[in-house]
Nanobody, 120 residues
Framework: QVQLVESGGGLVQTGGSLRLSCAAS????????MAWFRRAPGKDREFVAR????????SYTDSVKGRFTISRDNAKNTVYLEMNSLKPEDTAVYYC?????????????WGQGTQVIVSS
């Protein structure tokens, strides 16, 4: 099993920045990739960004490209999401997820979420 704990959410004004952290513990050697998702009020869960654990290959949803950066620190078993130029539409609960091989339709492990509120 892998446990994920997010932190770093909060209230920020439009144009501000936040850095989310996701600390992984347990069988972290089994992790292939990690990702950030978000769920805004009244909306479905949305993919935000992902990174492979070994090679560091990244992918982003179009709405955050150029504003958000995902990174990882393998020594600390932690993934980060640096969020800049935040907009009110970025308001959501942000979830960290981890995936093992073989890949399935959904990620294997999920954190409890951290709230991000961007005020206009």
């Amino acid at each position: 099993q892998v446990q994920l704990v997010e932190s770093g959410g909060g209230l920020v004004q439009t144009g501000g920045s936040l850095r989310l952290s996701c600390a992984a513990s347990g069988r972290t050697f089994s992790i292939y990739r990690m990702a950030w998702f978000r769920r805004a009020p009244g909306k479905d869960r949305e993919f935000v960004a992902r990174i492979t654990w070994s090679g560091g290959s990244t992918s982003y949803t179009d709405s955050v490209k150029g504003r958000f950066t995902i990174s990882r620190d393998n020594a600390k078993n932690t993934v980060y999401l640096e969020m800049n130029s935040l907009k009110p539409e970025d308001t959501a609960v942000y979830y960290c997820a981890a995936d093992r091989l073989p890949l399935h339709s959904d990620y294997d492990y999920w954190g409890q979420g951290t709230q991000v509120i961007v005020s206009s």
